[in-house]
């Protein structure tokens, strides 16, 4: 097949790429934003560009002409759409941005899939979009439609649109709710990532809250793994599902700082301050649906995935 992965040079993107080029031809596009170091996510994918498989594409999802050029001198069998504005925190501070980046470029996307006849895509939403959901674990069946920040609201309009593009174009579409994904290459601002570089660093970690707020950490390697099961799904005829992908297991802040702890060796030091705006309480992946539908079966122990994370983060 000839796959266009978009925000291919990121964390997930460059992991996904990588399992993929082996036997498809992986079309990756990427803006090198800055939403953090750009030259983080060129290193990413410095070694898929010495593959003939791989085919690197600069350009940014708002820019429609660019987008016009790319589907008119590519033919793509499937668009996996992973590019995104990210994070809840920078969302507030600007939630232009993030409906810019978030739902026009979908959209631009879509537009190109439908004048193209891509008839499969999958999208990356979030987890975010079950907000203060009272109901755990989440369950796609749950309603979503209370988001408490601009980034989860922005994922949320991503998969309705989506639903319209099925309804209307027939693309068979797959959506896919990520749960707070770790692992080498992390983007540096995740919580992870950040932590372990401030404590090796010895200085002080953000903490936000009593430290009882909880995630479902999934380790890269089994969100790939799900994508992977959902690229074979959305093979199979027309159809629109959302599925979550978590580990189906809640880590508290406390026990994950506790747990980088181990693994480091070295105590942190906490700065203590107050929840923030946009924070979920928890997040809880119901994985029943993926697990029957896919076959999704997560395998990493949280306490493995962060040793192997130090163990990455230790070599940079």
């Not at 969100?223 to 199979?236: S, T, Y």
């Not at 005829?237 to 580990?247: A, H, M, T």
Request: aromatic content about 10%; some cysteine.
């Amino acid at each position: 097949m000839n796959i266009l992965i978009t925000g291919s040079a990121g964390f997930i993107g460059s992991h996904l790429c990588e399992a993929l080029i082996e036997k498809h031809r992986i079309f990756g596009l990427d803006n090198f934003c800055d939403f953090y170091d750009p030259m983080i996510k060129r290193n990413n994918i410095r070694g898929l560009q010495q593959n003939s498989n791989f085919a690197l594409l600069e350009a940014d999802i708002r820019d429609e002409n660019a987008l016009k050029e790319i589907f008119s001198k590519n033919k793509f069998d499937l668009v996996i759409h992973l590019a995104a504005m990210a994070g809840v925190r920078p969302s507030i501070e600007n939630p232009k941005l993030y409906t810019e980046v978030n739902i026009d470029g979908t959209v631009n996307l879509l537009e190109e899939c439908k004048k193209h006849q891509v008839g499969k895509f999958i999208f990356a939403s979030s987890s975010s979009v079950y907000g203060n959901n009272r109901k755990v674990p989440f369950s796609e069946n749950d309603p979503v439609d209370h988001p408490i920040s601009p980034y989860a609201s922005t994922k949320k309009a991503g998969e309705l649109i989506c639903h319209t593009y099925h309804h209307l174009e027939k693309i068979s579409m797959v959506c896919l709710r990520f749960f707070t994904v770790y692992g080498p290459r992390q983007r540096p601002d995740l919580a992870i990532h950040k932590f372990a570089r401030l404590i090796m660093d010895d200085k002080p970690i953000p903490v936000y809250g009593d430290g009882s707020t909880q995630r479902d950490y999934t380790y890269i390697d089994d969100i790939i793994d799900g994508i992977l099961k959902a690229i074979d799904f959305v093979q199979e005829g027309n159809k629109y599902e959302i599925f979550n992908l978590g580990e189906s297991r809640t880590i508290t802040l406390s026990k994950m700082i506790s747990t980088i702890e181990n693994a480091l060796g070295i105590k942190a030091k906490k700065k203590l301050l107050p929840i923030q705006p946009g924070d979920v309480k928890t997040t809880y992946a119901d994985i029943s649906k993926s697990r029957k539908m896919l076959g999704y079966d997560p395998q990493t122990d949280f306490e493995e995935g962060v040793a192997g994370f130090i163990n990455w983060i230790k070599k940079r």
